[in-house]
């Protein structure tokens, strides 16, 4: 089955600094890999979507790379303010859009003023 | 626009019990997921709809747990003779089919 790693349950920086999350999978090769937000007693929230033949995605403050011989993404947030405090969670899929996701269990990022 | 929503925001049963958890999803999407996520843990898949039918039910962890989606919209999951160990948020989300999944907020399951 398909394993996903995120690099540690907690991370802590100084705002304006930029925040980068690991996510390490083994085993199958995902068709795509996502980061979402999570805020206490709330749903994910998609953040950006990357395919297995892009290198890196850019959405405003957020960039994502994805290296499929490495098996790793790294998620970035530059100039982090203290409203980027969540937990962010990596998931990958397999096959179609439309298919099931497998998630990480999240880093939980905490920017201090 | 409306997003996910889910309903109740909590429910809390008695062992033994039969539950019904719901969710509308965004108009015109035509793929639905749910997910069930225990505390410090990503969602876990439990099983995903393309329309009325179950294109993926793999992740159901037994046969206590069903669900439907009957006109193609809103969702049903049904849990038979509840277990403590079900405690958990289960999510419902929603997708065009880009891939993206919109999430519900949740409801959260308590078994005494």
């Known amino acids: 089955s398909q394993k996903i790693e995120q690099n540690s349950e907690a991370l802590n920086i100084q705002e304006g600094k930029t925040a980068t999350l690991t996510c390490n999978y083994t085993?199958?090769?995902?068709?795509?890999l996502q980061w979402y937000r999570q805020d206490p007693g709330r749903g994910p929230v998609f953040l950006l979507l990357?395919?297995?033949?892009?290198k890196e995605k850019r959405k405003e403050r957020l960039k994502v790379t994805f290296d499929t011989t490495l098996k790793q993404s790294l998620f970035h947030i530059t100039a982090s303010q203290p409203a980027d405090s969540a937990t962010y969670l990596c998931?990958?899929?397999?096959?179609?859009?439309?298919?099931?996701?497998?998630f990480g269990r999240g880093t939980q990022l905490t920017v201090w003023p | 626009g409306a997003g996910v929503s889910q309903t109740p925001s909590n429910k809390v049963t008695e062992k033994g019990k039969y539950v019904e958890l719901r969710c509308d999803p965004i108009?015109?999407?035509?793929?639905l997921y749910w997910y069930r996520q225990s505390l410090g843990q990503g969602p876990e898949f439990l099983i995903y709809?393309?329309?009325?039918?179950?294109?993926?039910d793999s992740g159901l962890p037994n046969d206590r747990f069903f669900a439907v989606r009957p006109e193609g919209s809103v969702s049903t999951l049904k849990i038979q003779r509840t277990e403590r160990g079900d405690s958990a948020v289960y999510l419902c989300?929603?997708?065009?089919?880009?891939?993206?999944?919109?999430f519900g907020p949740g409801t959260r399951l308590t078994v005494l």
């Open positions: 998931a990958l899929s397999r096959g179609s859009t439309l298919g099931r996701l497998y």
């Open positions: 989300a929603s997708s065009p089919g880009q891939g993206d999944q919109f």
């Open positions: 085993n199958y090769s995902p068709a795509y």
């Open positions: 709809f393309q329309g009325t039918g179950a294109a993926d």
């Open positions: 108009s015109g999407h035509t793929a």
């Open positions: 990357i395919r297995e033949n892009e």
